[in-house]
């Protein structure tokens, strides 16, 4: 078996390439002051269905730029008590719309597949990202 040598591996997240052919057409791009610093707060529409994102440091260029999903109306909070830089917050409403993602394992989905937040986090020049794909349900005491 032949194996390429990479440099990154986890029992419970994945690494996946973006390129830069894939883009989206950004309604938002706004730098916002979280915490001590700033960020990035952008967004995309596709089908009548909102994706908004908070980039927390500079993305651009990064490799293994970790994403984590957060609840929407959380997410400049969220984005202040990041404690990883740079990091891609993404938001996620808690209540499912139609068309729309309502939880985190589709999220996972539509990075490591394909969709629309894929596209829009491939469009702010990152070159790959991390996912957790293993998520906890319950703790076993």
């Given at each position: 078996?032949?194996?390429?040598?990479?440099?990154f591996f986890s029992w419970t997240a994945r690494r996946v390439e973006?390129?830069?052919?894939?883009?989206?057409?950004?309604?938002?791009?706004?730098?916002?002051?979280?915490?001590?610093?700033?960020?990035?707060?952008?967004?995309?529409?596709?089908?009548?269905?909102?994706?908004?994102?908070?980039?927390?440091?500079?993305?651009?260029?990064?490799?293994?730029?970790?994403?984590?999903?957060?609840?929407?109306?959380?997410?400049?909070?969220?984005?202040?008590?990041?404690?990883?830089?740079?990091?891609?917050?993404?938001?996620?409403?808690?209540?499912?719309?139609?068309?729309?993602?309502?939880?985190?394992?589709?999220?996972?989905?539509?990075?490591?597949?394909?969709?629309p937040i894929r596209t829009m986090i491939a469009s702010i020049g990152?070159?790959?990202?991390?996912?957790?794909?293993y998520h906890v349900i319950s703790a076993v005491a």
């Amino acid at each position: 078996m032949t194996a390429r040598p990479e440099p990154f591996f986890s029992w419970t997240a994945r690494r996946v390439e973006l390129h830069e052919s894939e883009s989206a057409v950004l309604v938002l791009d706004e730098v916002v002051p979280v915490g001590t610093g700033t960020a990035r707060l952008i967004a995309t529409r596709v089908d009548d269905v909102d994706y908004l994102a908070l980039i927390v440091g500079d993305v651009a260029d990064r490799h293994d730029v970790s994403v984590r999903v957060v609840d929407e109306e959380a997410l400049l909070i969220e984005g202040s008590r990041s404690e990883s830089s740079p990091e891609i917050l993404i938001g996620l409403r808690a209540a499912p719309s139609i068309g729309g993602c309502s939880d985190a394992r589709h999220v996972d989905s539509q990075l490591c597949l394909d969709g629309p937040i894929r596209t829009m986090i491939a469009s702010i020049g990152v070159k790959s990202v991390v996912v957790d794909w293993y998520h906890v349900i319950s703790a076993v005491a």
